[in-house]
């Protein structure tokens, strides 16, 4: 891949995750709202929330990669 086309595909990724997470926040605000399933949908929607972060902002998913590709 060029250069160009790696930074699209980052920005592509970043803009993606970005998304999500505003998305998972606004569904956090509308699940605070209901009393009976809220508790429930808010600790589901963290966990995803987690997810997210910990594969796109801590590279923990390199961590079961093969090092072969040269990251650190």
Same mark, same amino acid.
């Given at each position: 891949?060029?250069?160009?086309s790696?930074?699209?595909?980052?920005?592509?990724?970043g *803009?993606? #995750?970005?998304l999500g997470? @505003?998305?998972?926040?606004?569904?956090?605000?509308f699940?605070?709202? %209901?009393p009976?399933?809220?508790?429930? *949908?808010? #600790?589901i929607?963290a966990? @995803?929330?987690a997810?997210?972060?910990?594969?796109?902002?801590?590279? %923990?998913?390199k961590?079961?990669?093969?090092?072969s590709d040269?990251?650190?």
């Amino acid at each position: 891949m060029s250069s160009h086309s790696d930074k699209s595909a980052l920005i592509k990724r970043g *803009l993606i #995750v970005a998304l999500g997470l @505003g998305l998972l926040t606004a569904l956090e605000f509308f699940a605070g709202r %209901v009393p009976e399933m809220g508790a429930v *949908l808010l #600790v589901i929607i963290a966990v @995803g929330k987690a997810a997210l972060v910990l594969e796109y902002f801590m590279h %923990v998913g390199k961590l079961f990669s093969d090092y072969s590709d040269g990251g650190h």
